[in-house]
């Protein structure tokens, strides 16, 4: 059995949704990020970078319960582990992975900041607005130009879509207009009718922050200085 330490977030979604396509069973435990719960040390000791998700899996190969943190690197091994999700031959498999990985590094990163400087950060910094709009536009025009010719990234449906998918759904927290990028927003139409994948956006929807609205407990905590507090 897995247990998936989880809060419903872009990068909680990846791992619901990746599941729920695997059709493998999963023990959702709550990390409630808005109280803290990313600092407490049980969880410090399966994700040493206070980041949800996480996995503890009682099935490693060797026998033993196997933890993992970081998105890519469950999404990468599950997929492996199934060999569902990502091609066998060299040349399909370097293509999933190098998309894999443009959205840990790029669209994960970079629309994470979009979203903070928009809709949460205390003082509106129309330096920092402009640039992370700017730049989350030039990402949704890769993935855009990307899926002129074909309607998955990286050819079968695969975990670079999952992985990107949950990200660019929210495209009008970023600033961004659907109407620029009309092969991406036919992209996420066909990500949004797979069964599997309103499954796994379902997982706690009902816990989703409707507003952008912090207490000053909360702000320090996601934000402040309990966020960067010594571990």
Request: aromatic share 12%.
């Amino acid at each position: 059995m897995i247990d998936l330490y989880y809060w419903p977030t872009p990068n909680g979604w990846k791992l619901t949704i990746l599941f729920e396509e695997l059709g493998i069973p999963y023990n959702v435990i709550p990390v409630d990020i808005n109280k803290g719960e990313q600092f407490e040390q049980d969880f410090l000791a399966i994700a040493p970078n206070n980041r949800m998700p996480a996995v503890v899996d009682s099935e490693g190969a060797d026998g033993a319960p196997l933890s993992l943190f970081e998105s890519g690197a469950i999404m990468l091994h599950y997929a492996d582990k199934h060999g569902r999700f990502i091609p066998a031959d060299e040349r399909g498999r370097a293509e999933v992975l190098q998309w894999l990985f443009f959205q840990m590094g790029n669209v994960g990163p970079m629309l994470g900041q979009c979203h903070h400087f928009r809709n949460y950060a205390p003082e509106k910094l129309p330096y920092a607005i402009d640039r992370y709009v700017n730049e989350t536009g030039r990402l949704y025009r890769v993935v855009n130009k990307r899926l002129a010719d074909r309607d998955w990234v990286a050819g079968e449906y695969s975990i670079a879509d999952m992985a990107i998918f949950p990200w660019m759904r929210l495209w009008e927290n970023q600033g961004q207009d659907i109407a620029d990028y009309p092969n991406l927003a036919k992209w996420l139409e066909r990500n949004n009718a797979r069964p599997a994948v309103q499954r796994g956006l379902d997982v706690m929807a009902d816990r989703i922050r409707k507003k952008p609205e912090f207490t000053e407990e909360e702000r320090s905590i996601m934000f402040g200085a309990k966020q960067f507090e010594a571990r």
